[in-house]
Nanobody, 122 residues
């Protein structure tokens, strides 16, 4: 599975962005998907995860109520809708695919994208 993220950019605090992750491969619908992020000087951290069917999701406490994750298996796409963005959301965001199920740590995922930069600043 190859993953390519897009949709990052510069946004003001309180603004919104929608990240997209395009996946290749016919087995996409069998993988749980996740979003992680890494800020400068910090470790990569879990943001959100969604089951293979899309029926189950979970989020890091820091983004609950602000971010949503969704997927379209027909299009091999995963999305991260980010609202009410804060400066502390600034990071490189990575899309990941794994066969573990809902995964909350990076070791639960087998495939990673290259990342897309999100900068929240006035």
């Amino acid at each position: 599975v190859q993953l390519v993220e897009s949709g990052g950019g510069l946004v003001q605090p309180g603004g919104s962005l929608r990240l997209s992750c395009a996946a290749s491969g016919r087995t996409f619908s069998s993988y749980a998907m996740g979003w992680f992020r890494q800020a400068p000087g910090k470790e990569r951290e879990f943001v959100a995860t969604i089951s293979w069917s899309g029926s189950d999701t979970d989020f890091a406490d820091s983004v609950k109520g602000r971010f949503t994750i969704s997927r379209d298996n027909a299009k091999n796409m995963v999305y991260l809708q980010m609202n009410s963005l804060k400066p502390e959301d600034t990071a490189v965001y990575y899309c990941a695919a794994g066969s573990y199920g809902l995964g909350f740590v990076s070791t639960h995922y087998d495939y990673w994208g290259q990342g897309t930069q999100v900068t929240v600043s006035s």
